[in-house]
């Protein structure tokens, strides 16, 4: 008998896909409340099922295991949400006509925050200056973020109010960008940005609550059913005082986060884990919701800022060659105090230097103190040589990339860093070929967190060396099982198998059968989160 019950569903009439190499397609499958009960032909799931559940033909769509965004920044997202967006903006002109309207609605001498700028994408791709700025608002105080979050410009109105002038020393891991006649541009980089982010006033608990839960449905509507998340715990940084807001943040909007979270903790102490791995942001079980295990540091910069470590200087800049954002022995003995805690270590790592450190730190770091299972991981892990990669592998490493990347900076990649260089940058088919363990994720807000824009960067790399490219299964498993095993979770999530979360995304086009350049038109249809439908496409 099939009476309607909503706690116990069959899924069948269309393709899925488990992700299990042992059982790669199955006929149908079975949940009950949060969990996934059976697998298999029709007929075997409905007898393992028992009687009263609801049958639900997808008529011909595909189902798969919901996606896991391994890197994403899911408060910076809803402070992102409550600003100024110029991701879209065209030119200077159009930067420059949005920011005066923006002041017509501030009182004299209030903040504008503009957020995710792509100077890229201008009509003259020119960073802008502090002079642009002054030019379109002057009683305001403006600053501005470039899209990757390491680059900022600011106004002379922001510089005043935060007494910086030209004798101002920049905090280690920063710059105070000057020109040849030693003014002041406006344009600061990486841990100096704080010193004017700690002036801008954080958004009330009643805005995020406002925000909280249309983005987390927003993460839904992509069929996102899991997040690595991270999280800032301390004042200062690169988000100055308001990166020690963001964990008491995410307890107050903590009721209206749909995905399951695995909280990744930026920490100048990493002992802070310790404290902060507990109830309600860790839940003390394998399927809990939330969790913290991971220490998330960082070693360099990016591409765009021209912060990257480098061996060798920019094409495009000969004057920059990137730096370490911090000390390289106090990033060891972070690294040591949270690897000797059991807690896993995920490090941002970019330029070919800046990666060849960090993988030699962590091969000191497992010498001195071998691990089984540590699981540690490079973050964006970008510039990746053929001897860092054998040592990834060697070491146990996991590499987390942002697909995203390629599609924002293919058009820009070569010119900054030749064409030589190029051949290592998001060397990702290399990466899975030597067996190392690579997930994706978005980093948004830096970059959109659609997973269908992930899997066409993979598969198809906007034909940037194309010879990197993945299969759509591979891109697959980046996004499932392998972005479960990079938190420990490959037993409760990743993957459709008896026992595991009933996370799911139905899609209306078979991934594994569509041509390569009709993989952005694949749209989710629904996103199940344990066992509970939280988006359908209207």
């Known amino acids: 008998m099939t009476n309607e019950n909503l706690n116990k569903k069959i899924f069948f009439g ?4 488990t992700m299990n190499d042992l059982q790669p397609v199955v006929k149908a499958i079975g ?15 409905k007898k393992n099922m028992g009687e009263n559940y609801k049958l639900i033909d997808l008529n011909g769509k595909t189902l798969l295991p919901g996606f896991i965004d391994s890197h994403i920044h899911p408060i910076g997202f809803l402070f992102f949400s409550l600003n100024l967006d110029l991701s879209k903006i065209k030119s200077l002109n159009e930067l420059q006509i949005i920011l005066k309207e923006t002041a017509k609605n501030k009182k004299q001498g209030e903040w504008i925050l503009g957020l995710s700028l792509k100077e890229e994408n201008f009509d003259v791709p020119i960073l802008p200056n502090r002079w642009d700025l002054d030019q379109a608002c002057f009683e305001n105080p403006v600053f501005i973020l470039r ?28 710059e105070i960008r000057k020109n040849n006649k030693g003014e002041l541009t406006g344009v600061i980089s990486e841990t100096a940005m704080s010193l004017l982010i700690s002036h801008i006033s954080f958004p009330s608990p009643q805005d995020f609550m406002k925000i909280a839960q249309k983005t987390f449905e927003l993460l839904a509507s992509k069929g996102i059913t899991s ?13 100055g005082e ?32 310790k404290r902060i791995k507990k109830p309600p942001l860790d839940e003390g079980k394998e399927d809990g919701k939330f969790k913290v295990n991971c220490l998330k540091l960082f ?4 591409f765009g800022a021209a912060t990257a470590c480098m061996f060798e200087p920019f094409s495009d800049q000969p004057e920059k060659i990137g730096f370490l954002v911090i000390d390289e022995e106090e990033l060891y003995n972070r690294m040591k105090i949270a690897h000797n805690f059991g807690f ?7 330029g070919d230097k800046g990666n060849k450190i960090v993988v030699d730190l962590y091969k000191r770091l497992l010498k001195e103190f071998p691990r089984k299972d540590h699981r540690h991981r490079i973050e964006h892990a970008s510039m990746l040589t053929s001897d860092v990669i054998k040592d990834m592998k060697e070491l146990g490493l996991i590499c987390s990339c942002q697909p995203p990347f390629i599609n924002s900076e293919y058009t820009w990649l070569e010119k900054r860093l030749g064409k030589e260089r190029c051949k290592y940058t998001y060397p990702l088919k290399s990466v899975v070929d030597a067996g190392v363990v690579f997930t994706a994720g978005s980093d948004c807000p830096v970059e959109d967190p659609d997973v269908i824009l992930g899997l066409h960067a993979l598969v198809n790399r906007n034909g940037f060396i194309p010879e990197e490219c993945l299969s759509m299964e591979e891109a697959l498993k980046a996004y499932t099982i392998n972005g479960a095993f990079a938190a420990f979770e490959e037993n409760v ?8 979360l009933a996370d799911l995304v139905i899609l209306d086009k078979n991934p594994l059968e569509v041509s390569k350049d009709q993989i952005k038109e694949i749209q989710v249809i629904e996103t199940i989160i344990r066992g509970k439908s939280v988006y359908k496409k209207k």
């Open 14 to 17: 269309g393709n899925i896909f």
């Open 242 to 273: 308001l990166g020690g807001m963001e964990i008491p943040v995410l307890k107050t909007i903590i009721d209206k986060v749909l995905q399951n979270w695995y909280l990744m903790v930026s920490a100048i102490n990493p002992k802070k884990i």
């Open 344 to 350: 896993q270590i995920a490090i941002h790592a970019i």
């Open 493 to 500: 999530k990743g993957s459709l198998e008896p026992g595991k």
């Open 299 to 302: 070693a360099d910069g990016t």
């Open 147 to 174: 899209y990757d979050g390491h680059i900022g410009i600011a106004n002379s109105k922001a510089f005043e109010l935060v007494n910086i002038d030209v004798n101002t020393i920049p905090p280690e891991g920063g």
């Open 227 to 239: 997040v690595h998340g991270i999280m800032q715990s301390d004042k200062g940084g690169e988000f």
């Open 31 to 45: 949940i009950k409340d949060e969990k996934i009960t059976a697998i298999g032909d029709l007929e075997e799931v």
